[in-house]
């Protein structure tokens, strides 16, 4: 928090941004992560080569499982003075997570959950407030950035919901929508670290989720995972056939 506004952008080669800030939390993580359980570390900041490497040791037996992290979920807001960003850890076994934190250090906002123990903020059972049932009176969380044309442009002319949101921190998102603070979700394509805690915390909070092609949410590429999601079953069947159909 010190470097909060403090930092200079930086560039990595796809264009994203990061600081120092970035570097540094990520190497505090991966120290003391190794302290709770050793096992192998894929970061946002490593280059792409590493973060594969980890991933593919995470995967193969020959480690327990695999610390996934986003040191800053939300950089652009950090550099900006945007409070919304988040610290993101999760642990993952054979490609799932059964592990995650997603902490708001701005709102001292502590989101987590264990697989089969349910999701809590700040020690309050997840869902925060009652979620509503019909698509048209929705608050959504879209990411159009990311969406296939043909999609983006439905979304944004004819919405089938009543207002939407995008802060640009995918593990908040993701948390929020467990919360109840969201109705329903959407994203293009996410990376481990973007989904590995807050898909967790959505599902053990009663949450549902798919991506774009399949129904079950975990099948396909972990480079390039789209999301649909809400918190009530018949919401999320709704919201899962209207973006099907538009996309």
């Known amino acids: ?11 990595k080669s796809d264009g994203s941004s990061f600081t120092e800030a970035d570097i540094a939390a990520q190497e ?5 992560l190794q302290t709770v359980r050793s096992g192998a570390f894929m970061g946002e ?3 792409l080569e590493e973060q594969e490497v980890q991933w593919q040791k995470g995967m193969t ?17 950090f550099l900006n003075g945007l409070p919304y960003f988040a610290i993101s850890v999760a642990w993952m076994v054979q490609g799932k997570s059964v592990l995650g934190v997603v902490y708001n250090p ?20 997840l869902p925060i407030k009652q979620h509503i049932t019909v698509l048209s009176g929705a608050i959504a969380n879209v990411d159009l950035k990311r969406l ?8 944004a002319a004819n919405p089938p919901y009543a ?19 969201f109705d329903i979700y959407l994203h293009g394509g996410q990376k481990p670290w973007d989904y590995a805690a807050g898909s967790l915390i959505l599902e053990e ?5 798919s991506g774009f092609e399949y129904d079950d949410y975990w099948t396909g590429s972990p480079w390039r995972r789209s999301v649909i999601a809400a918190l009530n079953a018949d919401l999320f069947m709704q919201w899962r056939e209207w973006v099907r159909e538009h996309k």
């Not at 928090?1 to 560039?11: D, E, L, N």
């Not at 327990?64 to 939300?74: A, C, F, Q, T």
């Not at 701005?106 to 059972?125: H, I």
């Not at 296939?148 to 979304?155: G, I, P």
């Open 1 to 11: 928090m010190p470097r909060y506004m403090q930092v200079t952008r930086k560039v």
């Open 28 to 32: 505090v993580l991966l120290q003391a």
């Open 45 to 47: 900041e490593m280059s």
């Open 61 to 77: 037996g020959n480690v327990e499982g695999l610390w996934s992290v986003d040191p800053i979920d939300g950089t652009s807001n």
């Open 106 to 125: 701005v709102s001292d906002e502590m989101f987590y959950a264990e697989k089969g123990r349910g999701a809590f903020l700040n020690e309050k059972p």
């Open 148 to 155: 296939h044309k043909k999609l983006a442009a439905e979304v």
């Open 163 to 181: 207002s939407q949101r995008n802060y640009g921190a995918c593990a908040l998102e993701w948390c929020y929508t467990a919360a109840g603070y």
């Open 205 to 209: 909070a009663g949450g549902h989720m």
